[in-house]
């Protein structure tokens, strides 16, 4: 018993990635979990337009709840209502806010503004966060109303008790009552986009991505490495053909594979969940096939440095499971750390999901959507035209001998034998 421990702490030595599995992936575990597992978004970036976007500023600036969590990043008097609408389309601010005067004021000296808060609801748990928010803000204003309609009432008895006051005393009183109880600010809180935060609208764009990774990484580089243990793959060296024609001849069908899926699953959740699909299809197919290049050129590279099935699934396991934590499909990518959220932008599946939720979600067009789809086409350049070099190193033909010193038939026998 003794030998046979010795021998399988041998054999783990040997197999590095085995090791690796075994050691590094339980630290990385720790340490996603520990920096980006977390739902709660507490800085929201804000937009605020309007004749009266001044006042809500300072209103955020003043208090100091409001100033920890809402960080104001534009702050125009001219804007309109659309150009909030077209910041959030855009993803450049999660809340938006159109404050206009409220026409009742009572004074100068106690202005009133009545401000259109538009919430971002593809971002859900940012959405959750600001409606968090905004909901005791609303509170907070209607108990100073209610303090101010109090003095208000009390101001006005005071001043029916003292009938024997002249007229002058009385109506300064009242004016003094109505200064008040006017109300500094009057919230409308709507959500944009995704009005009732379902989970599907949110999940389903991210999912379709997580499929083609799946299909891309882990079933292309199986499907490779079964063939070189099979000896097949090796057989195509002494084929008249490049290899870089192979490489491309190899991953078509699974290319074909994963567009045929990305089509069933947009479809099935189209109608069974009723996600909407607000944009131009035409973005979406383009993202999804620069995509697809990246996931399949990550499976050619694992099947290049695989071996065996084992290693290849231990590999796409390592290469798969970051995507999924750090991509922003579960967890919100402004929720994270600095140092892991920098982790997520190298990841494909973080760029493709900010298209597929753009495009379906919120309608964005190519304008707010090139730099993701540039992100993704140099990822697809580097790591494709790495995967097809090796691949196409390991399986080059092989140079055959020059006939002068190739010998005879049975000399060349001799020397294999």
Known sequence: MRAIVLKEFQELRRDRRTLALLVVMPLLLLVIFGYAANFTVDHLSVAVYGSEAQ?????????????????????DTHGTKADGARQLRDDLADVAIYAIPSGTSASAAAPSAKAHVYIDGSNLFAAQSAKTIFAQVQQQLAQQTGRAQAAERSALGEKQGAGSQSDASGTSAQASAQQASAAPLTLTVSTLFNPDLKTSWVMLPAIIGLILTFIGTIITSIGLVREREAGTL????????????????????YFLLACVDMVLITALGLLLFGVPFNGDPLIFIVGAAIFLFVVLGLGVLISSVSKTTGQAIQLAFMVLLPQ????????PLSA???????????????WFTMISQGVMVRGADWDSLWFPLVVLAGMAVIIFGLAVVR???????????????????????????
């Open 55 to 75: 006042t809500v500023t300072k209103l955020i600036h003043d208090n100091a709840k409001l100033n920890d969590h809402l960080n104001v990043t534009v702050t």
């Open 234 to 253: 090796e057989q195509l060296a002494v084929m008249p053909l490049r290899a870089s024609a192979v490489v491309l001849g190899k991953v078509s069908p």
């Open 324 to 331: 999924i934590l750090l991509s922003g499909m579960i967890f």
């Open 336 to 350: 994270m750390a600095a140092g892991v959220r920098w982790i997520g932008y190298c990841l494909p599946l973080t």
């Open 391 to 417: 691949l196409s190193r390991s399986i080059s033909p092989v140079k055959q001998p020059h006939p002068e010193h190739a010998g005879t038939p049975s000399r060349r026998v001799t020397e294999v034998v």
